[in-house]
């Protein structure tokens, strides 16, 4: 298994955010909830549209860990969704596919690599790339291991830090900064 990176400077993200914009709402709201919830794509893909319609809050039984979660839609999420599913019945899968079925994981792998492929991102991606990218940025603005050890379950820091790629990046930094 090979491990994907998260996306670190915010203007690819914003420039994926422009290209998503371009292709579809679901593409963009997909990417958006993925980088701003940490949630796994599993989880992301089994969303109904009654799980944010009219909602402040999304909750779920996580499919890997069987845990319960809930968190808030932020104010950048919250507009988007609400635009996204009126209209729409609650018991209906959030994502489609073209095909007006649920949207699957090699689908969505495909949207998120072929938009990072676009906007001329090197590193390794996949759809595992929004739920690190949520981890990375959130440890850069809060500093808070903690918290985020919380957020992803996992069971130490030390996990948490390798898990969003600040430990390699690290290593790299020290590696440049020390000069005989």
Same mark, same amino acid.
């Given at each position: 298994?090979?491990?994907?990176?998260?996306?670190?400077?915010?203007?690819?993200?914003?420039?994926?955010?422009?290209?998503?914009?371009?292709?579809?709402?679901?593409?963009?709201?997909?990417?958006?909830?993925?980088?701003?919830?940490?949630?796994?794509?599993?989880?992301?893909?089994?969303?109904?549209?009654? %799980? $944010?319609?009219? #909602?402040?809050?999304? &909750?779920? *039984?996580?499919?890997?860990?069987?845990?319960? !979660?809930? =968190?808030?839609?932020?104010?950048?999420?919250?507009?988007?969704?609400?635009?996204?599913?009126?209209?729409?019945?609650?018991?209906?899968?959030?994502?489609?596919?073209?095909?007006?079925?649920?949207?699957?994981?090699?689908?969505?792998?495909?949207?998120?690599? %072929? $938009?990072?492929? #676009?906007?001329?991102? &090197?590193? *390794?991606?996949?759809?595992?790339?929004?739920? !690190?990218? =949520?981890?990375?940025?959130?440890?850069?603005?809060?500093?808070?291991?903690?918290?985020?050890?919380?957020?992803?379950?996992?069971?130490?820091?030390?996990?948490?830090?390798?898990?969003?790629?600040?430990?390699?990046?690290?290593?790299?930094?020290?590696?440049?900064?020390?000069?005989?």
């Amino acid at each position: 298994m090979t491990c994907v990176e998260p996306i670190r400077k915010i203007s690819q993200i914003r420039k994926i955010e422009k290209l998503l914009n371009l292709q579809s709402k679901r593409n963009l709201i997909l990417f958006t909830i993925g980088i701003n919830c940490g949630l796994r794509i599993s989880d992301i893909l089994s969303l109904n549209v009654g %799980d $944010v319609k009219n #909602k402040n809050f999304i &909750e779920i *039984k996580e499919k890997k860990t069987g845990k319960f !979660k809930k =968190f808030p839609i932020n104010s950048k999420l919250k507009p988007m969704l609400d635009d996204f599913v009126k209209n729409r019945k609650n018991n209906e899968p959030l994502f489609l596919s073209i095909f007006n079925n649920r949207l699957e994981r090699i689908g969505a792998y495909y949207i998120i690599t %072929d $938009v990072c492929k #676009k906007a001329g991102l &090197e590193e *390794k991606i996949g759809t595992h790339t929004m739920r !690190k990218t =949520f981890g990375y940025h959130h440890y850069k603005k809060f500093k808070d291991i903690a918290m985020l050890q919380k957020i992803f379950n996992h069971s130490t820091p030390q996990i948490t830090l390798r898990y969003i790629g600040i430990e390699q990046e690290e290593i790299y930094q020290s590696y440049s900064n020390f000069i005989l």
